[in-house]
């Protein structure tokens, strides 16, 4: 069973930058493939980013490419999430998640088992 714990969201102005942590426990973290979702309010979930186990392979969805980039650190079970030139519709709550590595590399949410509790991402205008 993995336990995944978000860090890093806050309030920042348009342009700004955070960077997202996502700190793994409770399982052999390098066999997993993380990811990033997002939901704001009155929306559905959606898929921001995703990293195979050893940081090689990576998607990205739409909003993300060009200004997020996710990484993983396997000696410090964490995943981060960088985001720069944030944007006021990037306003969400941050999930962090995971699924013990296969044949592809997943972006849909149903396909992760393991989520954090999310962290709340503010940009203002």
């Known amino acids: 069973q993995v336990q995944l714990v978000e860090s890093g969201g806050g309030l920042v102005q348009a342009g700004g930058s955070l960077r997202l942590s996502c700190a793994a426990s409770?399982?052999?973290?390098?066999?997993?493939?993380m990811a990033w979702f997002r939901q704001a309010p009155g929306k559905e979930r959606e898929f921001v980013a995703s990293?195979?186990?050893?940081?090689?392979?990576?998607y990205y969805g739409d909003s993300a490419k060009g200004r997020f980039t996710i990484s993983r650190d396997n000696a410090k079970n964490t995943v981060y999430l960088q985001m720069n030139s944030l944007k006021p519709e990037d306003t969400a709550v941050y999930y962090c998640?995971?699924?013990?590595?296969?044949?592809?590399?997943?972006?849909?949410?149903?396909?992760?088992?393991?989520w954090g509790q999310g962290t709340q991402v503010t940009v203002s205008s």
């Open positions: 990293v195979d186990w050893n940081g090689i392979s990576k």
């Open positions: 409770g399982g052999t973290f390098s066999r997993y493939y």
């Open positions: 998640a995971a699924v013990a590595g296969g044949s592809w590399l997943p972006i849909r949410g149903d396909e992760y088992d393991y």
